[in-house]
């Protein structure tokens, strides 16, 4: 049963993001039982807060529900409690890659090169619009459903 953490920078546009669609995609292939899925961020400055209101509306608009989620900082713990932990950009895995504690067996990887097999960031949409934050939706429902394919052989 893999547990997987979406990692982003603030945890409150990305991240959260790539946490609902992965989980309504494990949901809907009713698969949720098989799967350990949250997210985090790299900075703390955001922790506690409700993801950010663009991300809540674009993930409304197709039809899930993100707003139950709170910003959290990345915690050494997790790199035990994770068998994959996936930054959002380059950044966010050079940063997971350099606080991974010795004998840790978890796998830190690129989102969408794992999910894709394509060594692209997920943009950071903070300073950006609407069609950012729908960019950054669409890009999580591509590799969520590449990664569901994966991790199931599907
Ligand atoms: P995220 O976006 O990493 O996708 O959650 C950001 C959120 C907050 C900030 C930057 C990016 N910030 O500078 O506070």
Known sequence: MPAILFVCLGNICRSPLAEGVFRHQVQTARLAHRFTIDSAGCGGWHAGELPDKRSVAVAQAHGIDISDQRARQIHLDDFDRFDLILGLDRDNVRHL???????????????????????????DPYYGGTADFEAVYHLCEKAGAGLLKALTNA
Not at 99 to 116: D, F, H, I, T
Not at 118 to 123: D, L
Request: glycine share 8%; hydrophobic share 40%; net charge neutral.
């Open 97 to 123: 890659t350099a606080m991974q504690p010795q004998g840790s067996q978890a796998k830190v990887a690129l989102y969408l090169e794992e999910a894709l097999g394509t060594a692209k960031n997920v943009p």
